[in-house]
């Protein structure tokens, strides 16, 4: 059983174009739910986290929307620069300390 | 921002024969884990451990797997016997025992079993 599902798997955009990545969940329990980029032959890196008592969390170029009510989020990347291509994972945890379940991952890859 | 340092980067070794990855989490962090990835796919969860202690662990952490960290050292990862389906990504990954559990990753030991 999948605990959080990520879509699409794979997705490429054009240089400037906004990026969207979505997550579900099944566990209510979640109420931590960070956004990680890889790039190859590198750990995941924290990129945007939010608790499960906002909706939105913006940094930059990069915003997380969160639903409660529909166990979704999600990722939105404007201005898509070719330093985004990356793997994105998205994740979910209950408590400080526990285990960080992750979804499938996207791979974007943004073409100049 | 905090550094994760896993030694080695990459090993090749026999089935059957033993490995030991070693993880230097960032230094104030009280939570260990331990997750595997195979060719950039899902990062699998194998065991997290706090205060000397396994807290908890997947299907994917076999009886052939151990951790300790003995003496605040490095957090290791041990498998012994190794199979074949462990060859894969092994990241570390270590937190503070606060809300919002923000996970920092090494960058990971490849191991190759042949």
């Known amino acids: 059983q999948q605990q959080v599902r990520q879509s699409p798997q794979s997705l490429t955009v054009w240089e400037g174009g906004t990026t969207v990545l979505t997550c579900s969940y099944e566990?209510?329990?979640?109420?931590?739910f960070p956004w990680y980029q890889q790039f190859p032959g590198e750990g995941p890196a924290l990129l945007i986290s939010?608790?499960?008592?906002?909706d939105k969390k913006e940094d930059g170029r990069f915003t997380t929307f969160f639903n409660k009510r529909e166990k979704k989020l999600s990722l939105h990347i404007i201005d898509s620069q070719p330093g985004d291509s990356a793997t994105y994972f998205c994740?979910?945890?209950?408590?400080?300390?526990?285990?960080?379940?992750f979804g499938g991952g996207t791979r974007l890859t943004v073409r100049p | 921002g905090p550094k994760v340092l896993q030694i080695p980067s990459h090993q090749i070794i026999d089935m059957g024969q033993m490995v030991t990855l070693n993880c230097d989490p960032v230094?104030?962090?009280?939570?260990f884990y331990w997750y595997k990835q195979i060719l950039g796919q899902q990062m699998e969860f194998l065991v997290n451990?706090?205060?000397?202690?396994?807290?908890?662990k997947s299907k994917l952490f076999k009886d052939q797997f151990s951790v300790e960290r003995p003496d605040g050292s490095y957090f290791t990862l041990k498998i012994q016997p190794t199979a074949l389906e462990d060859s894969a990504v092994y990241f570390c990954?270590?937190?503070?025992?606060?809300?919002?559990?923000?996970?920092?990753f090494g960058e990971g030991s490849r191991l190759i079993v042949v």
């Open positions: 990954a270590s937190s503070l025992p606060n809300s919002g559990n923000t996970l920092y």
């Open positions: 566990d209510s329990t979640f109420n931590y």
């Open positions: 939010i608790l499960s008592v906002s």
């Open positions: 994740a979910a945890s209950n408590n400080a300390g526990a285990k960080l379940t």
């Open positions: 230094s104030n962090h009280l939570y």
């Open positions: 451990f706090y205060n000397g202690k396994v807290m908890e």
